[in-house]
């Protein structure tokens, strides 16, 4: 299944799955373009069962949720703590994809 997430520093994040053409967009205010990629990331896994591509054109989640960058700031770290929990025994992959071809994005508007 291929679940494609977005965020922006306004609030507002959100993920679109592309086998159900599921979308959703949530808001939370005071949260950084960062805080936003990785909720919309936590929303995505809490939506969805069995094995799921995560697809996002921000290299700093994906990078970061492969532990191929190091996690910096702690309200990131906390957020993927999270994730990874919830991901559990399932195969889940992180995938960086350009702007343009993030379905997500188009929701955030």
Not at 3 to 24: L, M, P, Q, R, W
Not at 55 to 73: G, M, Y
Request: proline share 2%.
């Amino acid at each position: 299944m291929k679940v494609y997430i977005d965020g922006s520093g306004n609030g507002k994040y959100g993920f679109f799955i592309e086998e159900t053409n599921e979308a959703k967009v949530f808001t939370k205010p005071n949260i950084t373009n960062n805080q936003a990629e990785y909720l919309a990331v936590l929303e995505a896994i809490k939506a969805t069962t069995g094995n799921i591509e995560i697809c996002s054109d921000s290299k700093l989640v994906v990078n970061q949720l492969n532990h191929e960058w190091h996690i910096k700031e702690d309200s990131l770290r906390n957020i993927a703590v999270e994730i990874w929990k919830l991901v559990g025994n399932r195969k889940v992959s992180f995938i960086w994809i350009p702007r343009e071809q993030n379905k997500a994005g188009k929701l955030l508007g």
